[in-house]
C-alpha cells in the first residue's frame, strides 16, 4: 500500500501518531473562530448579565482556555503541548442574534496548535450552550473554522474568505 497523503496514517493505513522529534522547535500560532446563535431574549439576558447560572460569557472563556490545555486528552493521536498563550474573546452580536468566539492560541513546540484553538472555541461555545439550554434549547453553534495557522514547515497559512467577526 502505497504511503497515505494523511499524516496520521501509516504506508499500511494503521493510525498511528506522527513522531515529530526530529521537527525543530518554533513559535507556532492558530486562530480561529465560531458562533452561536440564539433567540434575541437569551442574548439579551447573557449581555445584562441577568442570567441565574452566573456570568456566561466568563465561564466560557474560562472553558475554552481550560479546554486548550485538555486537547491531547480529548483527541486520541493530538501531542500534549506546553501552551504559552490563549486569547479567547466572546463577543456579543445583537444584530445577527449571537455570540462570537475568537481563539487564539501560541506555543513554542515541534507540532501546532490548531487543534487546541479549535477546541477551545468549540467548548466555549458549548459552554455558552450548556449554560443558557434551560431558556432556549434551539441554538445552533456554527462556523468554527481555523482562519489562520503560523509556523512550522508549512509556515503561514490564512483563510482567503476570513470574517472580521
Not at 507556532?28 to 465560531?34: D, K
Not at 432556549?136 to 472580521?164: A, C, F, N, Y
Request: charged share 20%.
Amino acid at each position: 500500500m502505497s504511503e497515505s497523503p494523511l499524516t496520521h496514517f501509516n504506508a499500511a493505513g494503521e493510525a498511528h501518531m506522527v513522531d515529530v522529534g526530529d521537527k525543530p522547535s518554533t513559535q507556532r500560532i492558530a486562530v480561529c473562530e465560531g458562533c452561536i446563535e440564539m433567540q434575541a431574549e437569551t442574548l439579551a439576558l447573557i449581555v445584562a448579565g441577568h442570567h441565574k447560572k452566573g456570568d456566561v460569557l466568563g465561564i466560557a472563556r474560562i472553558a475554552g482556555i481550560m479546554a486548550s490545555k485538555k486537547t491531547a486528552d480529548l483527541i486520541p493521536l493530538c501531542h500534549p503541548l506546553p501552551i504559552s498563550h490563549v486569547e479567547l474573546d466572546l463577543l456579543p452580536q445583537t444584530e445577527f442574534n449571537r455570540v462570537y468566539c475568537r481563539t487564539t492560541v501560541k506555543t513554542t513546540g515541534q507540532t501546532g496548535v490548531e487543534m487546541e484553538a479549535l477546541t477551545a472555541t468549540q467548548i466555549a461555545l458549548l459552554t455558552v450552550y450548556d449554560m443558557c439550554k434551560a431558556v432556549d434549547r434551539g441554538m445552533v453553534i456554527q462556523g468554527v473554522r481555523l482562519l489562520e495557522k503560523q509556523g512550522g514547515k508549512s509556515g503561514h497559512w490564512q483563510r482567503e474568505d476570513p470574517t472580521d467577526g
